[in-house]
């Protein structure tokens, strides 16, 4: 069925859109009200993860309530290395936490690749929210990157220096290609069923590039996510690699048309070295504590760097869940102001 | 007195030296089993920073034990908020937390610009690390930067976001300038000292640099730093701004020598930004984890790279705890060797 507003699918295919394209990441629940009213009825945050009507709920809620231009799956990046067959636990204020993490080559053999149902939760939430959206905007899929979920199955959760992880990546270089391997199928896998289902656009997080030096970086992040982006073509792609401000040039070699910013790169920089690709982003998040004026101003000095460049608007991180419903509301009409 | 090895002190004056000093950021304890000796027959972190004698001893260790070119004072940037007026506890593997934080302007009664005696134990330490040291190597004295204090007063511990300080910085602009300016004093007052009790250089950390918008950076963070280093005339000053490399251009404006890399920082760029200053930096700590031949194999790229500038050997960021000493010493003789 045709989409009746495609912008953000049409600027991800690399074309400069009559109207910029606005939504944000962690747009999902987190700062509505209308989020946390059913999220306070749950066990727990992962209960939300995994029952697909309420997942499927919260991921609507953005789209009726702040008017983005897409939606985006509410899920975690954890679900797969749990499918893997790392379980985890989301505590209260600290986070994921593994209580079994890979440390050895004996480890291998809790893991898995995930070639089924494992995730059928997500695929089913997929179905359900395409439903209620009935094409008013595209659906966005997403994964971790590689060498982000690898590091936490190595530390077991998150961490200041990902020391643990680096250190694997130091100590026991082919053993750690081999988990990444296990890891980029894996997350191939379920990146095809989430098209499947329905997602029209499929976004990676590579949240923990920038704690690798750079030639780190192009040896255990960029192949993994490539062979990721290759492999699904009929979906345009956005990697979002947080922090890897170093790895520009190499990114714009990437099988993907687009490329998300933190709000720490410069826009210009990112133009010419990413001159092939539709680039993503990147107001500080923090700039919403402000009030109307500031977060005008902030975007629309953001927008104009981006003219001439095909563009998606978004903050240049998740939003901060402190963050009051109001003043997400004055950035998405900037945005969609700046245009008209 | 003469120094009887001015390497250090030479190189951050601006000289090629004949051989390129090396010291670690965190040295001073933490690594050596010596350190761990005396620090568990310690109540608590705090008593060990506050007990000159100890503080000096687990200082002298990385000279005696190690070899590096300079010792640093056993201390925590941390010192300087608390005599300002905000206490904090050190909670063990949980790190810094203040029970007050800085909210409002009527949080500023409870703020002092540190004038007097109140870090005397961080003096005294001093001058017992320099007797004892009888000039074998220089020492280095060293401080927060406004702005990563500035974030600590308010974020009241680590912070994966430290979105409590940014939105400080959003919400109330003038309060944040005027708390900065009493960190600024403060610190200068302190470093003064530092320097009046035997420091032979000073170390500026600004470790949350990298979490600020490169606009936000120029108006919070560097115009404090000069502020210091400018009135800091006569001992070599460093600064290192951990993530800060949108801000090469600025940094190489500062009234200060020597600037300290990170390990994502590329060292050509560093050289043609930074063409002034004497670099300090920037090995991957996560090699420390590595056998003989990884270490020497890295530190001989990493040397190569800055032969013809002005250079003190270091590591990217702070030395992990639980880094082998056997290892620390294999980097500080791949860079003594290099040079021979």
């Given at each position: ?101 890979l440390k050895t080559i004996?480890d ?46 190595v ?12 250190k694997f990546l130091i100590q026991q270089p082919q053993l750690a290609h081999q988990v ?161």
């Open positions: 069925m045709q989409l009746k507003n495609d912008l953000i699918l049409r600027a991800a295919k690399g074309e400069i859109t009559e109207r910029t394209p606005v939504w944000l990441m962690r747009q999902a629940g987190r700062i509505l009200p209308e989020y946390r009213k059913i999220r306070a009825k749950l066990s727990g945050f992962k209960e939300l993860v995994e029952t697909p009507e309420l997942a499927a709920e919260v991921t609507l809620q953005p789209v009726d309530l702040l008017d983005v231009d897409a939606a985006i799956i509410f899920s975690d990046i954890l679900v797969v290395p749990e499918a893997m067959g790392l379980t985890y636990q989301m505590l209260e204020k600290k986070g994921p936490y593994f209580p079994k993490t004996q291998l053999d809790q893991l898995h690749i995930i070639e089924g149902d494992e995730l059928t939760y997500v695929y089913d939430a997929i179905k359900i929210v395409k439903a209620e959206l009935n094409s008013r905007v595209p659906l966005i899929g997403f994964a971790g990157a590689p060498w982000t979920i690898f590091s936490y199955m530390e077991g959760g998150g961490s200041k220096t990902f020391s643990e992880a680096r990444l391997e296990l890891i980029t199928k894996s997350t191939l896998n379920y990146l095809k069923r989430q098209v499947a289902a329905g997602a029209d656009l499929v976004q990676i997080f590579d949240s923990w590039a920038g704690i690798l030096s750079p030639s780190q970086y192009r040896e255990f992040s960029l192949p993994y996510i490539e062979q990721i982006v290759r492999s699904l073509e009929t979906v345009p792609v956005t990697v979002f690699a947080k922090g890897a401000y170093f790895a520009m040039k190499d990114m714009n070699n990437l099988s993907c048309q687009t490329i998300g910013l933190d709000w720490n790169m410069d826009i210009q920089k990112a133009k010419r070295l990413l001159a092939d690709k539709t680039l993503q982003g990147n107001l500080d998040p923090a700039i919403l504590y402000g009030d109307k004026n500031q977060i005008e101003k902030a975007t629309d000095q953001m927008m104009k760097q981006f003219i001439g460049h095909p563009h998606i608007a978004n903050l240049g991180h998740g939003v901060y869940p402190d963050t009051h419903p109001d003043q997400v509301k004055i950035f998405i009409e900037a945005v969609k102001k700046f245009n008209s």
